[in-house]
């Protein structure tokens, strides 16, 4: 959709005094003595019935930006002459994530919209590099305002508003991309709105967001204190239920080799949740009942009866060896040489 097709140019430059103009403030036609801000030739006003009263181009023409400008151009003027300015809230956010996940927000509202009076304005003054639409004065202090009517506020202007250190914010007009611009509706955009314009920049959000962040972090640091407590804590219970488990499984009668400390097995050793199948570990059977003068059946019933999947999965190979121990009458040792030949641990 073409939008300046249906937007129709609402404001002209009175050659007279070279001021903007609506077109009720002119004799209608040719007389309007008036020219286009766009591109300077001349425009006749349109008293008529079925529009807006509005300007047109006098002579056929392609002069693109002329509503855009007239907008933009009267804008400038109205604060010009009224020298009053509707500041921004300034409102400093900052956010985070913890070390759960969860995201956090700090946010201090260090003053909120309000009028300020200007002591001088003044269009197209270059400032240290750069030409704010507007600069004007208040109290002794620069205040630099950018109005953007059809086009955002490019990335190196801003830049170097930034770079100026002064207060500087803008006025976003883009409303009147679709809504037909008029003297009313500007005026109440520029001095009653205070939700369509934001600040570029101002010196105190950076200290306000220096004292966030100093917030932000210590939140953060916290939530990583706690998240361990809480790995902890979690790792304590997961370890308690694994451990009444495996007593609920050992109910049945039998006496520990000695008062349950180490059995000469390193801590860390490695065991699989159940014996390999039967021809793994034929052989080693044969080995560990000839070297212990036992039968093939009475290692295959302790077998049996204390090496299940179940119960494997629940007790460590200490744990299994010392019931075997007692079962078999055997020496520890030679258990564990045995689970080891056998492929139970590794
Ligand atoms: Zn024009």
């Not at 409303?175 to 003297?183: C, D, G, M, P, Y």
């Not at 790995?231 to 520990?256: N, S, V």
């Not at 070297?291 to 007790?315: F, G, P, T, W």
């Not at 744990?319 to 009458?329: C, D, G, I, Y």
């Amino acid at each position: 959709m073409h939008m300046s097709a249906a937007l129709l140019l609402p404001f002209a430059r009175r050659i007279s005094d070279d001021q903007l103009v609506s077109p009720e403030e002119v004799p209608r036609g040719q007389a309007c003595n008036c020219i286009c801000p766009g591109c300077s030739h001349p425009v006749i006003a349109k008293h008529g019935t079925e529009k807006v009263w509005h300007f047109a181009h006098a002579k056929a023409s392609d002069c693109a930006n002329a509503y855009e400008k007239s907008v933009h151009e009267l804008a400038k003027q109205l604060l010009r002459e009224q020298k009053v300015i509707l500041v921004p809230k300034l409102q400093v956010t900052l956010s985070a994530r913890d070390a759960f996940g969860r995201s956090l927000l700090e946010q201090e509202t260090v003053f909120e919209s309000r009028r300020a009076r200007l002591d001088s304005c003044v269009c197209g003054k270059p400032l240290d590099g750069v030409t704010p639409d507007i600069l004007g004065n208040s109290s002794g202090r620069d205040v630099l305002i950018e109005i953007t009517v059809f086009h955002r506020l490019m990335l190196d202007k801003r830049d170097r508003l930034v770079e100026t250190g002064k207060s500087s914010f803008e006025i976003d007009l883009s409303l009147f991309k679709s809504v037909q611009a008029t003297r009313e509706l500007l005026e109440q955009e520029l001095f009653e709105n205070p939700n369509n314009r934001r600040w570029i920049f101002h010196p105190r959000a950076a200290e306000v967001a220096e004292q966030l962040q100093k917030t932000l972090q210590d939140k953060v640091d916290q939530s990583k204190t706690d998240f361990a407590a809480y790995q902890e804590q979690l790792a304590i219970k997961r370890d308690g239920e694994a451990r009444i488990k495996a007593k609920q499984a050992t109910q049945f009668a039998w006496q520990p080799m000695n008062d349950g400390t180490t059995l000469g097995l390193p801590d860390e050793l490695e065991w699989r949740a159940s014996f390999p199948p039967e021809e793994r570990w034929g052989h080693a059977r044969a080995a560990f009942c000839s070297r212990l003068c036992l039968s093939r059946n009475q290692v295959d019933e302790v077998m049996s009866e204390y090496s299940k999947r179940s119960h494997l999965a629940l007790i460590t190979p200490q744990e299994l060896a010392a019931r075997w121990a007692v079962a078999l009458r055997a020496p520890v040792p030679e258990i564990y040489r045995y689970f080891q030949e056998a492929g139970y641990t590794v």
